[in-house]
């Protein structure tokens, strides 16, 4: 069965430029996370989703971030406009529920803003 | 507030012996879950072992067990007969199962070099 799938894995963009992240779940999850990861700050949850729900998305860190899931196969992670503060490794996972099943994660998307 | 802490910033462990990374966790929630995930240098983060709080008994995932001794709040890694492609950051997590839904709460990992 294929895991979580992101793309894209690699992205380099210039400050003040727009950032589309994209992720598909596993079939048949209907929980979906997005992490990013920092040297500083380790990994932390940005938002969540639930049966195409955000549930929580106390972890945005601000306005330029904003995520989206019009379907239960797809999910948008957009950063408008991108600051190199941005630069991490942002990652999708996706679980069968959100009672402490267990979530899979994708590869990652690294991201540099320049 | 809930917090996971390893305190290892870096191990080292000859090939084929065994490894504990330590992970202690801090929650009042009853209801929680302990993950393990390992992190190779590719990046990617893989999902090793689970225990759930009320879990009698320790979980284990072939070369992988979970020492869970929940009255110190510790729920250390063991790996024995470690091998070469165990080298990676490993990340041990926490979940509330009934409060803040499926956050995942990490701690800083702790990077394991396997020598030959």
């Known amino acids: 069965d294929a895991g979580v799938i992101q793309s894209p894995r690699h992205e380099v963009t210039e400050m003040g430029q727009e950032v589309t992240l994209r992720c598909k779940p596993i079939s048949g999850h209907n929980s979906l996370f997005w992490y990013r990861q920092t040297m500083m700050r380790g990994l932390e949850l940005l938002i969540y989703f639930n049966n195409n729900v955000p549930i929580d998305d106390s972890g945005m860190p601000e306005d330029r971030f904003s995520a989206k899931m019009p379907n239960a196969s797809f999910s948008t992670l957009k950063i408008q406009p991108s600051e190199p503060r941005d630069s991490a490794v942002y990652f999708c996972?996706?679980?069968?529920?959100?009672?402490?099943?267990?979530?899979?994660f994708g590869p990652g998307t690294r991201l540099l803003v320049l | 507030a809930q917090k996971i802490t390893q305190t290892q910033p870096g191990m080292f462990v000859q090939e084929k012996e065994a490894v504990t990374l330590d992970c202690t966790y801090d929650?009042?929630?009853?209801?929680?879950?302990l993950f393990w995930y390992k992190q190779p240098s590719s990046g990617e983060m893989i999902f090793l072992i689970y225990q759930g709080s009320y879990d009698q008994q320790n979980a284990t995932e072939g070369r992988y067990s979970l020492n869970f001794q929940k009255a110190r709040k510790s729920a250390n890694l063991v790996i024995s007969a470690s091998q070469l492609g165990d080298s990676a950051m490993y990340f041990c997590?926490?979940?509330?199962?009934?409060?803040?839904?499926?956050?995942?709460?990490f701690g800083q990992g702790t990077e394991l070099s396997v020598k030959p």
């Open positions: 996972a996706s679980s069968s529920g959100t009672g402490g099943e267990t979530q899979y």
């Open positions: 997590a926490m979940i509330l199962i009934y409060n803040q839904g499926g956050k995942l709460i």
């Open positions: 929650t009042s929630d009853p209801s929680y879950g």
